[in-house]
């Protein structure tokens, strides 16, 4: 959390975007919501509820993000809290969203905890560049973001740890959906 008195550092457009195109060596992403309610995924979410096949070319500028840092050595991993029964938009990123990318080359990782104790794990989506650059994804309770905060002098120890647990507790995504 910022000092007392600081400004958080909100991060949009093309400043949000540099992250994901300026990282060295690796991205993580804990995803701890059961429901997000993107509007950009708006139309395509109700399509998959209807029963629509995935459309040519879903999520195509993003699997290319994903292709071109894992062609040059660097690691984007996602580790998916999920409890059963999934929900409408879990079901959705298990059948359209996910496949994608995990072929494109994304280590995605899901963590079910449905029948867990608690793991320790904060209920606070984040990125996590270079394991030095925490940024914070924050949601109203309907999934809808609020925000995207870089967290200033974050404590690297924590956000690691919370990796770490989210990673030994997981299986991979092809696992589980077997």
Do not use: C
């Not at 999920?82 to 995990?102: C, D, K, M, Q």
């Not at 560049?129 to 309770?141: A, M, Q, T």
């Not at 990796?163 to 696992?175: G, H, N, Q, T, Y």
């Amino acid at each position: 959390m910022p000092e007392a008195g600081s400004r958080p550092v909100l991060l949009d457009g093309d400043e949000w975007k540099a992250y994901f195109r300026d990282f060295k060596r690796s991205a993580f992403r804990l995803e701890v919501h059961q429901t997000y309610t993107m509007p950009f995924e708006a139309e395509t979410l109700r399509d998959f509820l209807a029963g629509a096949t995935v459309p040519d070319g879903f999520n195509a500028s993003w699997h290319q993000t994903i292709r071109d840092h894992t062609e040059a050595g660097r690691t984007m991993t996602r580790a998916k809290i999920v409890r059963r029964p999934l929900t409408p938009y879990s079901r959705y990123l298990f059948e359209w969203a996910i496949p994608g990318n995990v072929a494109a080359g994304e280590d995605y990782q899901i963590v079910d905890v449905t029948e867990r104790e608690n793991l320790g794990l904060p209920e606070q989506d984040f990125w996590l560049f270079d394991e030095k650059i925490v940024v914070h994804l924050n949601y109203r309770p309907d999934g809808t973001q609020i925000n995207r905060e870089l967290i200033q002098e974050p404590d690297i120890g924590k956000y690691l740890a919370w990796r770490d647990i989210a990673l030994e507790s997981a299986v991979p995504f092809s696992a589980y959906r077997t």
